[in-house]
Each structure stands twice: as structure tokens, then as C-alpha cells.
């Protein structure tokens, strides 16, 4: 596990009034949650926390260090809100882990490498699972699963249990559920279509047609 990032916070008076000067002073509002533990809120330098969680993620431990609160908080960064047009900070929940307590995580799932036969443009490589579910000790997060696809052929596949997955790690999701393979490449091909005309249908008026014999009565 890489080291976890340091991020400095301050105690948040500002819960529901003065949020928005909050925001305009350079600060970004937070919470910081979790099992068994009282939320605190709390408001940290927006340019700071911005570096944090680029490095950071979702599966990076981070040391968070609150003024007047006497030890470092363990947290994991978890719900990000961001403005949708100008894309700044306006809110984040971080989560306080235990350290001898497991939880449960997301981690994404890298392939790298190169099929010889989708090099050949014989084969399409299809990736079904994007994520993989786990479960484990905060200090043995990971950040992510890398596979080399690189050897597999046409029809052959990567399932859950062939991950390289640390031993110390739990995996939440089915054994036999596929990841990835190797697909034969099929050109489709477009169908000629073939428009013919309607045959001209005759329309009668009934209504005209009673007028018409009425009238010739």
C-alpha cells in the first residue's frame, strides 16, 4: 500500500448560513462520517484538497489532521460535488475508517497489453467489468487491478478467479463472471434495401358518394 496523504482541515461553524461566503473565501465544506462515529463538519483550503484527491482517489488513504482535535482521522475521500459548469469543489464526504475493521470498496480494473489477434484485426477485445468489488483491511486497499491481456487468442477469456488479487484481499463479485476476452472480428455488412412503390389504392368518400345518390334521387 502506498503511503497515505497528508490534508489539513479546520473545524466548520458554517453548517447551513454562510456556505456560500464559504465557497467565495476559498474553502470547501465537508463532513467526515462513519461506522460507529459522530459526523464532524468540517472546511478545508479548496486548492489543497483539489491536489489531494487527484492523487488521492477513492481507494488512497489520506491523514487528515483537524485543528483542536488531538489525533489524525484515517479517511477515504467518498461523495464529490462539484459545480457542473465551472467543475470547483462544493462539497465532499469523507469516510473515517478503522483500521482493524474491513470495508468494502470499488477498485478499477486496468488492462494493458495487446491481443496478436486484435493486433491482426482478426480479434476485438471485449471488457465486461470495468470494477471489481472487495472487501479487506483499510491498509491493504489497493488502487486498482492490472491484467496483461496481451497473450490471450480468439475466444479465450480472463473470469474473476484469474485476477491478480492480493491474498489479504476478499472478492465480493462471482468467480466465474467474465472480465475480458478475445472476440473474432465480424464486419457487418449493410443490407441493400429495396423500396417499392405502394400500389395506388382507390379512395372512396362514403359520405360524398351518399350525397351524390341522394341528390340524383
Known amino acids: 500500500m502506498a503511503d497515505a496523504i497528508e490534508l489539513k482541515a479546520e473545524i466548520r461553524t458554517a453548517v447551513r448560513v454562510g456556505v456560500k461566503a464559504l465557497r467565495r473565501s476559498g474553502k470547501v465544506p465537508a463532513v467526515v462520517y462513519g461506522h460507529k462515529i459522530t459526523p464532524t463538519h468540517i472546511q478545508l483550503d479548496a486548492r489543497e484538497v483539489t491536489g489531494v484527491l487527484r492523487h488521492a482517489g477513492r481507494n488512497r488513504l489520506i491523514t487528515l489532521t483537524v485543528s483542536d482535535v488531538p489525533n489524525p482521522k484515517m479517511v477515504l475521500a467518498r461523495e464529490v460535488q462539484r459545480d457542473p459548469i465551472?467543475?470547483?469543489?462544493?462539497?465532499?464526504?469523507f469516510y473515517e475508517v478503522s483500521m482493524t475493521e474491513k470495508i468494502t470498496a470499488d477498485v478499477s480494473i486496468v488492462?494493458?497489453?495487446?491481443?496478436?489477434d486484435v493486433k491482426t484485426g482478426a480479434g476485438v477485445l471485449l471488457q465486461e467489468m470495468d470494477v471489481l468489488a472487495i472487501r479487506c483491511l483499510p491498509g491493504d486497499l489497493i488502487e486498482r487491478i492490472t491484467i496483461d491481456v496481451s497473450g490471450l487468442a480468439i475466444d479465450q477469456m480472463i473470469r474473476v478467479r484469474d485476477l491478480p488479487v492480493p491474498a489479504a484481499i476478499e472478492?465480493?463479485?462471482?468467480?466465474?463472471e467474465e472480465v475480458v476476452r478475445v472476440t473474432r472480428f465480424v464486419e457487418v455488412k449493410e443490407e441493400e434495401v429495396v423500396v417499392t412503390e405502394a400500389p395506388e389504392v382507390e379512395v372512396i368518400e362514403k359520405g360524398k358518394k351518399e350525397e351524390e345518390e341522394a341528390e340524383a334521387e
Do not use: A, N, R
Open 171 to 176: 472478492v465480493m463479485d462471482e468467480p466465474d
Open 86 to 93: 465551472k467543475g470547483t469543489l462544493k462539497h465532499i464526504d
Open 111 to 116: 488492462c494493458v497489453g495487446e491481443s496478436q
